[in-house]
């Protein structure tokens, strides 16, 4: 098991503070579990508080012993109702509430009000897009647990052809392959954004590629229940149709994100064709991402050559239920900064983590490339090992 | 697949809109997945309003098409923008937003405020436990497939004895044990509590069932990362050792729950009698519960049990890791009412659906047993028809 070094955490609180400082705010309360590991090293049932200068309080319900054993901070107290959160604070000296920071993009308005409650006098500022910018910039400590990560994937789309037989179910293709990850210690992925659950990637085979879904991602796939109405379903795998796999594996908290495409016999010549030119956008795109660029440019270089080789109804999804990005942020959530995006100006530096994803969809089928990529100061490097190609079975 | 229903639906709605009008309300939005899928029948990046009276609306960003595919709403209608909403519900002839229904439980503040602006002369109102307290009672069709997703957890808990090996990893076996359910359509599961990040259900071998965790639950276990410090983890599975495995199962957006507990060899007789006893605790609690019976009075009842057979540090988790209920509700979330805890009040009435799950927690591990019931005129029945044994395997 990983534990997360005290010199991160120490270099992490740091940051954050002066951001703090910056806004001028008293300190900031962390309460969602990926940042809360973020700072503290752990995941507990907790509330963590950071004051612009001195020691955080971690302040624990369940567990104090895990909470303890597991994160390097100093300060880890009980707690058993966040009633008594002023009081613990103030037994550390900090006192002042007026300016507080807290996570309203994804705290529910119920805990707010509670919040608004203990402290009647406080302002609260959104401080979701400090860590959130915090973040999107990987230590090398974290580049190479993403590393790690990618190469877990890579190890079970290796696995693939051992597994893929003509008339099995999506379903069935869809647990063997994440079965594959989970023994290497997969355990669940994390969204940020309101209602979008995740729980598994992606398998379409054939015509299921062309069912759009609920979730922001180029294709969606039919699911197995109207519930969950994504990924793998009910359909037989066939041979000479396209076999696309789209999963994020997730270890030791990080996300690495990839697709590759398999074919049973032999694919018909638009889709070849559309792989290729997905493949081609992508090493374009790579070779036009130099630090500094603007994280929607690679997103409009992608759309414009996509348009011009005549996929304008075609290019992350089919006409109405197209997205507008090429890629996302990878690390302790799924939809990190920096988003490859239209709209979105952030620069892309190094030590900035992202999956690139040009895909097309057809009523035949979904078929694209996707790798994850760590920027360096020469440009996006590729962290996916296994080459981008269709691999062809018998 | 399986579609819900125009009846069940309209039912729903109807029951809903009669609340609304008990409230004074002109109507709600509901945006929330599982609450959205109980009430249209479908999930889609969308906006539900349901008006006091009157068709519900539905308005979609994406996908319209499975929208109108899925839903047997009538009024299924494409949106870009949340600031469209007026003037799309306007057409419907909806046009008063004194007094607005709102998700506030689950809603994140942003989102909250955005509404606020769209409708600044609007009063919100948290309508969450409206819809919590209708969905307590299942429809005998939800019922069926309540009893369709416990007899899917049945078949993996039965496939157990062909792939629980010595040696192998708690990692493994969880792997295993999870693609018996998904490639039968298990498809992940919600959880409406916020942080209770819940991807997988439970193995745990030996003491590691002695690891509590952030989720709220009686066993925790170590888990494969300290970011999602919960489950299985990297532990090899010993002979002699309680090999305890808890899942919970959604087919069809239906959560069925369950524990049984396997032992290759033997187990010490401290655990056999916890075993024994924990057993008897949820037959006597069966027995009491007639319908009418405060949701608190079977976890008061089964403590008290507990506490005189002498397991006051070890009921339903390890001293000061202990959890305050005995079982709870399960349907379109894990974490339904009725709650059976201290202080919930409920009266458990036929049609609801809930796991009973009387544990204990030693330092050498976890054990008890979970079934999945539904409360009849006649008492709880059983919906798990395995045995509560601990199967011994060579």
Chains 1, 2 share one sequence.
Not at 350 to 367: D, H, Q, S, W
Request: charged share 25%; net charge negative.
């Amino acid at each position: 098991m990983n534990y997360t070094p005290k010199s991160e955490i120490d270099m992490r609180i740091s940051c954050f503070q002066k951001k703090l400082t910056e806004q001028e705010l008293n300190g900031a309360f962390i309460l969602l579990n990926s940042d809360m590991f973020y700072l503290t090293g752990t995941v507990q049932n907790s509330y963590l508080y950071v004051p612009v200068s001195g020691e955080p309080v971690l302040m624990v319900k369940r567990s104090l012993r895990r909470g303890k054993d597991e994160s390097p901070l100093k300060n880890i107290v009980p707690i058993k109702n966040p009633k008594q959160i002023p009081e613990i604070l103030s037994e550390f000296g900090y006192k002042d509430f007026r300016k507080i920071g807290f996570q309203l993009d994804v705290i529910p308005f119920n805990i707010y009000k509670t919040y608004k409650n203990i402290f009647p006098n406080a302002e609260f500022y959104d401080v979701s897009g400090i860590v959130k910018g915090m973040r999107a910039i990987k230590s090398p400590y974290e580049i190479e647990l993403l590393r790690n990560a990618v190469s877990v994937i890579d190890k079970a789309f290796l696995a693939v052809p051992s597994f893929l037989k003509e008339g099995m179910l999506e379903i069935e293709l869809a647990a063997l392959f994440e079965a594959e990850m989970r023994k290497r210690g997969y355990s669940g992925c994390r969204t940020r954004a309101f209602n979008q659950d995740f729980f598994y990637g992606n398998v379409c085979t054939g015509d299921s590629g062309f069912y759009p879904s609920f979730f922001d991602g180029p294709v969606g796939g039919s699911g197995v229940s109207l519930s969950f109405p994504q990924g793998a379903g009910w359909k037989k795998v066939n041979r000479n149709e396209v076999v696309y796999i789209d999963y994020t594996c997730v270890i030791d908290g990080y996300a690495g994100d990839q697709t590759r495409i398999f074919c049973m016999g032999e694919l018909n010549p638009r889709m070849v064709k559309a792989f290729e030119d997905a493949v081609y956008i992508e090493s374009e795109v790579v070779k036009a991402m130099k630090p500094g660029i603007s994280a929607e440019e690679p997103y409009f270089l992608a759309l414009k050559m996509a348009e011009e080789m005549g996929y304008k109804d075609n290019f992350m999804g089919y006409k109405e239920d197209k997205v507008k990005f090429l890629g996302h942020g990878i690390g302790l959530e799924l939809d990190e900064w920096p988003v490859l995006a239209k709209g979105f100006k952030m620069p892309i530096m190094p030590g900035m983590a992202f999956a690139l994803e040009p895909k097309f969809v057809f009523p035949e089928g979904a078929i694209g490339t996707e790798s994850s990529f760590i920027m360096t100061e020469d440009g996006p490097e590729n962290m996916t090992k296994i080459p981008e190609i269709i691999t062809y079975l018998k």
